[in-house]
T-cell receptor, first 114, second 112 residues
Framework: EAGVVQSPRYKIIEKKQPVAFWCNPI?????LYWYLQNLGQGPELLIR????????DSQLPKDRFSAERLKGVDSTLKIQPAELGDSAVYLC????????????FGQGTRLTVV | TQLLEQSPQFLSIQEGENLTVYCNSS?????LQWYRQEPGEGPVLLVT?????EVKKLKRLTFQFGDARKDSSLHITAAQPGDTGLYLC????????????FGSGTKLNVKP
């Protein structure tokens, strides 16, 4: 079974430019998460989807960040315009919507804004 | 303040030593997970604990869930350089099991 797939793995952009990250969760996983992780720290939740509905986006900076999960499968996270402080690793995770099941993570996208 | 407090933040030890990492909260969790993350990779699940007082062993790693389901510990016996990485605890609250909260992580370096 394929794991969570993210692309690209690395992205370097200039500040004020737009950027997009893509995530394909594990087949059958209803819940999808986007996390931001700074170096050496724990992931911080940006947004959580249950199928195609964003049920928790309170930590998403909506002035510049947007996300979508059309058809409740793949998801895209966008930043426009990017700022220097957005440099981080963006992780996608998915899980089934049952108690006690764990989340599975993709390898992440390392974003560098210069 | 974070819902899950992990300690210590950093740990640098010699090969063969034992160590314990702690994950504490004032909230009750329905389950707690421990992940290990290597540089440039996503977190990889080590274990899930769901019952208060539960102890799980994975080779040289021993995981314990507190009786009140508010805390957990990870103990590594005879650490090896291959254990080096960022260890993360994560938990799902009792009444919102779809939302995971992560600890700040413990960066472990095992020197040969």
């Amino acid at each position: 079974e394929a794991g969570v797939v993210q692309s690209p793995r690395y992205k370097i952009i200039e500040k004020k430019q737009p950027v997009a990250f893509w995530c394909n969760p594990i087949s059958g996983h209803n819940t999808l998460y986007w996390y931001l992780q700074n170096l050496g720290q724990g992931p911080e939740l940006l947004i959580r989807y249950e199928n195609e509905e964003a049920v928790d986006d309170s930590q998403l900076p909506k002035d510049r960040f947007s996300a979508e999960r059309l058809k409740g499968v793949d998801s895209t996270l966008k930043i426009q315009p990017a700022e220097l402080g957005d440099s981080a690793v963006y992780l996608c995770a998915s899980r089934t919507r049952t108690v006690y099941t764990e989340a599975f993570f993709g390898q992440g996208t390392r974003l560098t804004v210069v | 303040t974070q819902l899950l407090e992990q300690s210590p933040q950093f740990l640098s030890i010699q090969e063969g030593e034992n160590l314990t990492v702690y994950c504490n909260s004032s909230s009750v969790f329905s389950s707690l997970q421990w992940y290990r993350q290597e540089p440039g990779e996503g977190p990889v699940l080590l274990v899930t604990v769901v019952t208060g007082g539960e102890v799980k062993k994975l080779k040289r790693l021993t995981f314990q869930f507190g009786d009140a389901r508010k805390d957990s510990s990870l103990h590594i016996t005879a650490a090896q350089p291959g254990d080096t990485g960022l260890y993360l605890c994560a938990g799902a609250l009792r009444y919102n099991f779809n939302k995971f909260y992560f600890g700040s992580g413990t960066k472990l370096n095992v020197k040969p």
